[in-house]
């Protein structure tokens, strides 16, 4: 398996949380740099967080800096992102991406391997 695979998508209200995980590649996963991206209905895919291949890295968009919580476990090979304070415009297709090197980006083009995707839904 080299594809990330998300899970724990789903609705929630406005005000709830949710934990999204990304199970990743077992051969690779404590070696590069994930990150999570989002895309909503008619609009571009956008940069939500990343975190370094240790974990001791991690950016936010300021979208989601104080509400989300990326974080990973390497023994499980698995990157989680809890998020609390869901709002309305956070619905979005939350994607788990992989790049081929150690720090945390936000470059769309710096990750090499990306999952299908898991509905996130905030109704108001």
């Known amino acids: 398996q080299v594809q990330p695979v998300e899970s724990g998508g789903g609705l929630v209200q406005a005000g709830g949380s949710l934990r999204l995980s990304c199970a990743a590649s077992?051969?690779?996963?404590?070696?590069?740099?994930m990150g999570w991206f989002r895309q909503a209905p008619g609009k571009e895919h956008e940069f939500v967080s990343a975190?370094?291949?240790?974990?001791?890295?991690?950016y936010y968009a300021d979208s989601v800096k104080g509400r989300f919580t990326i974080s990973r476990d390497n023994d499980k090979n698995t990157v989680y992102l809890q998020m609390n304070s869901l709002k309305p415009e956070d619905t979005a297709v939350y994607y788990c991406a992989q790049t081929r090197g150690r720090w945390a980006t936000t470059d769309r083009l710096e990750y090499a391997y990306w999952g299908q995707g898991t509905q996130v839904t905030v109704s108001s």
């Open positions: 077992r051969r690779t996963f404590g070696t590069y740099a």
């Open positions: 975190i370094s291949w240790s974990g001791g890295s991690t």
